[in-house]
């Protein structure tokens, strides 16, 4: 059955983000319960004094974030159960830093091509003896060690990675700019810093640091695989 709003009316000529909130506000208070099917695009442009666009792209964005069902020819439908989606966009370190008020420092420690290790190639499923790039840097926050980065990239999928210069910036800067990615596997976790880690983040030999790895892939090909290590007392936040 189609149910139609008892709230107070909205005003005219409402935006979209102003009839996403009605709408919204209407299903968090069952006037809209779940499973309940919504009034056509049409009645609620003529309720909200708008246009079928404008209400298309707020039932679109309520729907791409888990409170409603769209499918063509049956209408738009409130979801029993919303379901939040998460949206992922790489980070920049240095966006983060600087969030934070601190400044940036970017150093490059070690720059190579070499075969890849043997459990690059079982993780990536890289041919034996393929040649890899691997790259080693330091991001600082007021100069005080903020994250450790250990890269690995795969020139196959990406040759023009071997021209890049990360003398002034990191890989992960310029892959963003020029790789897309299709697929991508994110990891947390906590490591016990070896000997690399612990001095380069000033961090306890063997005392466990926050760690996160990131695997990208561009249509079925691995682009990189990064191994990303935090200093004591970094904390992550996210929102949903």
Same mark, same amino acid.
């Given at each position: 059955?189609? #149910? ?7 005003? =005219?000529?409402?935006?979209?983000? !102003?009839?996403?909130? %009605?709408?919204? !506000?209407?299903? *968090? ?5 779940? !499973?309940?099917?919504?009034? &056509?695009?049409?009645? @609620? ?16 964005? #309520?729907?791409?974030? /888990? ?15 919303? %379901?939040?989606?998460?949206?992922? &966009? ?22 190579? %091509? ?11 499923? @890289?041919? *034996? /003896? =393929?040649?890899?790039?691997? %790259? ?10 903020? *994250? ?7 020139p196959s999928s990406i040759p023009e990675v071997l021209e890049a210069d990360f003398s002034h910036s990191g890989p992960n800067d310029w892959l963003v700019q020029k790789v897309p990615f299709t697929n991508l596997e994110l ?7 070896? *000997? &690399? ?22 249509? /079925? &090909? ?5 191994? #990303? ?12």
């Open positions: 059955m189609t #149910l139609r709003g008892t709230m107070a009316a909205p005003r =005219q000529n409402m935006s979209y983000r !102003d009839i996403k909130q %009605v709408v919204l !506000d209407r299903i *968090q208070n069952r006037i809209w319960a779940p !499973d309940s099917l919504l009034p &056509s695009e049409t009645d @609620l442009a003529e309720e909200f004094s708008s246009t079928r666009t404008t209400v298309n792209r707020a039932l679109r964005e #309520l729907a791409e974030e /888990g409170f409603l069902e769209r499918k063509r020819k049956a209408g738009t439908r409130v979801l029993n159960s919303p %379901v939040r989606k998460a949206q992922f &966009s790489i980070p920049l370190v240095r966006d983060e830093i600087a969030g934070t008020g601190a400044e940036y420092r970017y150093a490059l420690v070690e720059r190579s %091509v070499a075969a890849a290790p043997a459990w690059l190639s079982a993780r990536l499923d @890289l041919p *034996q /003896g =393929q040649e890899v790039l691997h %790259v080693r840097c330091m991001h600082y926050a007021d100069n005080a060690p903020f *994250q450790y980065e250990v890269r690995w990239v795969i990891s947390f976790m906590a490591t016990k810093a070896d *000997q &690399s880690v612990a001095e380069f983040l000033d961090a306890p030999l063997g005392d466990p640091v926050f760690t996160a790895e990131r695997i990208t892939w561009l249509r /079925g &090909s691995p682009v990189t695989l990064a191994k #990303l290590y935090f200093a004591p007392g970094y904390k992550l936040t996210t929102h949903l």
